[in-house]
Every structure is written in structure tokens, then in C-alpha cells.
């Protein structure tokens, strides 16, 4: 058998039809959509419904969290957006970094139709305003904080808490609405599946901890060896599973059980952190040439 099959990772949440609803009765309030990705897995943590829900709204896309990903990896899934039309800027809205671009590229590029036509009509004073979409975990709370100009009251990610709107100023002339619009991520891929649950964007207590971590340490060793070799100090043989990693990192640090056999268990669990935390550096999980080939 396979060591790292698993099992199909599901997970419907509910209140899905209530947050379309949200999102979509908010759309005529605003001007744009800022469509905040998981620059590790910028497709993957793209609600495939979120064009249908916003369409007619000129978007913007932020690859955040971007501290964590492979610069290089970055810059070709920005490409790809401005190929398909959106533009994108990489973030990192934990630490600030590339943040202070965001009104003026959005001004500049996203809604400059818009602004000249207000212009025109002599609306020179009416603010911008904004509705911030994404999956969970994304950071569509740490974006509204590092933007927002006043103190704020946290946002809750439940969908349909009904409260009253409240703007928030983030800016010269740009205001957004302090209620994210949050959508989950399809499940109907496992590749999909795996990769969210790689960033923690799936929560731990339904998905098998260690299958998930032998499918992250094979997917290193194909397309991060040296880095996965470096951090936990193992060789790399091209024939190892998924398992023989975890155990190679089990016993290289010392994961031990009574009888000496390895606490795979633990190893899973540090991977998985590690990964997460970004200790294990900054990797990308998907490059838009795999989408382009069909691959996904
Ligand atoms: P959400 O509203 O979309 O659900 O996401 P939220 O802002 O709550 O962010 C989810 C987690 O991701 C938080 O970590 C947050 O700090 C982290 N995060 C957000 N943006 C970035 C980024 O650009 N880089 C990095 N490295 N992390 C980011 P947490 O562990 O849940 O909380 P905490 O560490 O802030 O206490």
C-alpha cells in the first residue's frame, strides 16, 4: 500500500448560500473588490466562485503572506494575473512589507477609469470604497488592520453575523467596509485540499496529520530537496515515500518511542509547524505552468 494514501480530505461548512448573499448584497456599495490569496497557493486558495460573485467590479488581488513564498515563484503568478487581466501585488501584511503600495497601484491601475470619469463629473471628494474577499486564514483581517487609520473592533470570520456596516478609512479618499466577504475554498480537488491543509489553512482536527505530512514531505523532495535535506539534515534518495521521510526526520531528531520505534506522530506534527511557521524557508506550493499544463 501506498504509504501516504489518505483519506479524501471533505468539508463542508455551512452558512456557505448566507456569505453569497452577504457578499452579493454589499457589491453595489462598493467601488472594487481586493481579492486577498495565499501567495503559496494562489490558486488553490482562490474561491473559483468569487469572479461569478463580483463580476462587474474591477478587482484587485493581493498575494499575501508573500514573507513565506518563493520570491521568484511570486513574481510568475503576478505575471500570470496581469496576463489574465488582474492585476496583483505580493505582501506581506503580517510585517507591512509591500502594503503602502496597495492604494496607489489600486488608484493607478484597478480604478483609474473610474477616477478620471469622477473626475470629469466634478465627484473629486467622494471616497473609494472597498469590499475585501478571500477563504479563511488569508489575512483579510491583518490587511483591513495594517490599512485601517483608527483603531478597529475585531472582525468575526462567521458569515452572516448580521451588524451595522461600518467603513473604514484606510487612506486618502478610500474607505472599506470593515466585513470581509468570506468564501470557502472548493474541496471537490484533493490537490486543492492538500496544499490549504499544508498552510493551516484547513483546521488539524479533520484532516490525518501524518498522511498530510508525508504528502507535504514528498512534495518537497521533488521540488524543494535541498532546503528539505538542510533543515532536518537527511539524505534524499529519489526513491523514498513519503513515510521513509517522516522517519528520517523522526529519527533525526530524536522522535522515539518505547521499543525505539519512531514517533511518527510527532515528526508529522513538526513538519507540519515548521512548514507552516516558515522555519523551513519560503516555498511555494504551485507555479501557474502547472495549472497551464493541465496538471491541477
Ligand atoms: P483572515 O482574517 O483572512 O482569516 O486571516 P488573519 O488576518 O486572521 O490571518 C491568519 C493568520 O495569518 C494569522 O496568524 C496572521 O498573523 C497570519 N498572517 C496574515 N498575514 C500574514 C503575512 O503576510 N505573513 C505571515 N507570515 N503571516 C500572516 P495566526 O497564527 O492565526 O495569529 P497571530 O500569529 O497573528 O497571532
Known amino acids: 500500500m501506498d504509504n501516504t494514501e489518505m483519506k479524501d480530505i471533505q468539508w463542508f461548512p455551512g452558512h456557505m448560500a448566507k456569505t453569497r448573499r452577504l457578499i452579493q448584497?454589499?457589491?453595489?456599495?462598493?467601488?472594487?473588490?481586493?481579492e486577498i490569496l495565499d501567495a503559496r497557493t494562489p490558486l488553490s486558495s482562490r474561491n473559483p466562485e468569487m469572479d461569478r460573485?463580483?463580476?462587474?467590479?474591477?478587482?484587485?488581488i493581493l498575494l499575501n503572506k508573500?514573507?513565506?513564498?518563493?520570491?521568484?515563484?511570486?513574481s510568475l503568478w503576478i505575471d500570470y494575473f496581469k496576463s489574465i487581466g488582474i492585476t496583483a501585488i505580493a505582501v506581506d501584511c503580517k510585517n507591512g512589507k509591500g502594503v503602502?503600495?496597495?492604494?496607489?497601484?489600486?488608484?493607478?491601475?484597478?480604478?483609474?477609469?473610474?477616477?478620471?470619469?469622477r473626475n470629469a463629473q466634478g465627484m473629486v471628494g467622494r471616497p473609494i470604497r472597498l469590499m475585501i474577499v478571500g477563504i479563511p486564514n488569508v489575512g483579510k483581517s491583518s490587511f483591513i488592520n495594517k490599512m485601517a487609520q483608527s483603531k478597529r473592533t475585531k472582525v468575526e470570520d462567521r458569515p452572516g453575523v448580521t451588524r451595522t456596516k461600518q467603513w473604514v478609512k484606510i487612506g486618502e479618499g478610500a474607505e472599506m467596509l470593515d466585513m470581509p466577504g468570506v468564501l470557502w475554498p472548493k474541496f471537490d480537488d484533493q490537490n486543492v485540499a492538500c496544499?490549504?491543509?499544508?498552510?493551516?489553512?484547513i483546521k488539524d482536527d479533520i484532516l490525518d496529520i501524518e498522511a498530510l505530512a508525508m504528502k507535504l514531505l514528498a512534495n518537497l523532495a521533488v521540488n524543494y530537496p535541498d532546503t528539505l535535506a538542510s533543515r532536518y539534515k537527511i539524505d534524499i534518495s529519489e526513491n523514498d515515500s513519503g513515510f521513509d521521510l517522516l522517519e528520517k526526520v523522526g529519527r533525526k531528531r530524536g522522535m522515539l518511542i518505547s521499543g525505539g520505534e519512531i514517533n511518527t506522530?510527532?515528526?508529522?506534527?513538526?513538519?507540519?509547524?515548521?512548514?507552516?511557521?516558515?522555519?523551513?524557508?519560503?516555498?511555494?506550493l504551485e507555479k501557474p505552468d502547472d495549472f497551464c499544463d493541465g496538471e491541477n
Do not use: W
Open 66 to 74: 508573500c514573507d513565506m513564498a518563493d520570491e521568484k515563484i511570486t
Open 25 to 34: 448584497s454589499n457589491l453595489s456599495l462598493v467601488d472594487g473588490i481586493v
Open 195 to 201: 496544499k490549504l491543509a499544508f498552510t493551516g489553512a
Open 53 to 60: 460573485l463580483t463580476t462587474g467590479k474591477p478587482k484587485m
Open 265 to 284: 506522530e510527532r515528526a508529522a506534527i513538526t513538519v507540519l509547524d515548521e512548514y507552516r511557521s516558515g522555519k523551513l524557508g519560503r516555498i511555494t
Open 100 to 117: 503602502k503600495n496597495f492604494l496607489p497601484v489600486l488608484k493607478s491601475k484597478v480604478l483609474n477609469e473610474l477616477l478620471e470619469k
